[in-house]
């Protein structure tokens, strides 16, 4: 019995080790930099929706402190991602070997901390990830030109501290708790100056946050935050925030996702683009593609929204306009593609249908099925179709199909008793009929009515047969 017992929970772990998928979110790297004359380790995500051999770029953050933070930025630009605001991003983040030498602008004299003699190779830091590491990146992997950099503390000091003083190295930067305190606040301080001297902020972005329970970071967060409010920088937009129940070691899970936000805040469902025309909103998009420099497609609820609207007002050719601009940038062969491009075909097929475009809604019918072959919903309105096109004896095959796949679903039915009628097998439709008779569909029409209904519409359209009347 115990050897049993074993033998079964050996075959359990083995169960569980064969099905089992361990999940993913990045890679590991080491990078030697020559100008810091060291090894480096670098932390990678790239975004959900990245496909080997695939165009598409993505921006790319450069987060500080990687082996503290990377968890929790991969998981909340994830997060923008999936619910579509943000364009996908790579995470890119630095572990450190000589922190304070890295991240401080000069060496500490110590005035208010413990750090004197400490510091001072900021700069060459930068230069290390402008030069070696954005290249590497650029190289490797699909990076767009728009670049974000993310510090917390020391980090976020060397966050601002690169703006201020190099701020073309990136298009956005994030800074959570930073600790502008340092050398009695002499950045702080030197902040107008250093501004005086940048000739372009111009679609420049800086989210800075701090909490309510580290004070030195604090006031001098707040101290910075006036002096910005005093000289108005143009060309660049900026948010501060305070957090009050925050202190120091709390501040960055909530910093970053909120960055984040700010960074990417016009990606973020823009309802002002609810009533806007297709033109409106291929500007609008098309915008946001040229300031993040990578593909970004307009969503399908605002198309959706776009084509409800239009179809309410009866402008069918408007309509057709919105699916031609979903399609366009689409691939059959892209699993991710598939379900809109159906939408499509679906409108198409509607709108062709209501101007009595038979052949037409035929055609986008038949584009459907070739995505997906089993869908009766496709097949039946082709089959329906078929028998406004004349082309019957594809009705009988495309009804027999379509039931097969929904046997209790009474419109598709409806087709093969056409198909029968008009390919003069009147005892057989008659039989089908009487056997189903008694369905309903979930509007609660009988069968009966169903049939007499496309009867009368078919008669309208001058598409008679002498056993229509017979069949009843």
Known sequence: MKQT??????????????????????????????????????????????????????????????????????????????SKMNPGVIVVAIENTDRNRDFLYTKSTGANSGYTGQGGGADKFLDFISTELLAYINKNYPAANYKILAGHSFGGLFSIYTLLNKPDTFDAYIAASPSLWFEKRDLVLSTEKMLSKVKDLNGKSLYFAYGGKEKDIMESSQEFEKILNQIKPAGISWKSELMPEDNHGTTPLKSYYNGLSFVFSDMAFPEKLADKDLNELNSYYTALQNKYKCQIQVPNWLYQQLISRLSNENKD?????????????????????????KYANSIYTAVYSKKEDFKKAAEYAKKTLELYPDDFEAMGALAWFEVLNGNYDNV?????????????????????????????????????????????????????????????????????HPDMDRLF
């Open 396 to 464: 009988v095959k495309l009804s027999e199909a379509a039931i097969k796949l929904a046997p209790t679903v009474a419109w598709v039915k409806t087709n093969l008793v056409h198909g029968l009628i008009f390919t003069n097998n009147l005892e057989k439709a008659k039989k089908f009929y009487d056997e189903n008779k008694d369905l309903k569909d979930p509007d609660n029409r009988t069968f009966i009515d169903m049939v007499k209904g496309d009867f009368d519409f078919l008669k309208e359209k001058k598409i008679i």
């Open 5 to 82: 017992f074993l033998v079964i929970i050996l075959f359990l772990l083995c169960q569980n080790t064969l099905f089992s998928e361990p999940i993913t979110i990045g890679e590991t790297q080491i990078i030697h930099s020559n100008i810091l004359n060291e090894d480096r380790k670098i932390l990678i995500s790239l975004p959900m929706k990245y496909k080997a051999g695939s165009e598409q770029k993505y921006p790319v953050l450069i987060l500080l402190d990687g082996e503290k933070d990377f968890y929790n930025v991969v998981s909340s630009s994830r997060f923008f991602e999936h």
């Open 317 to 341: 050719d408007e309509v057709l306009k919105v699916c031609e601009a979903i399609l366009q940038p689409l691939k059959k062969d892209n699993p991710q593609d598939k379900e809109k491009i």
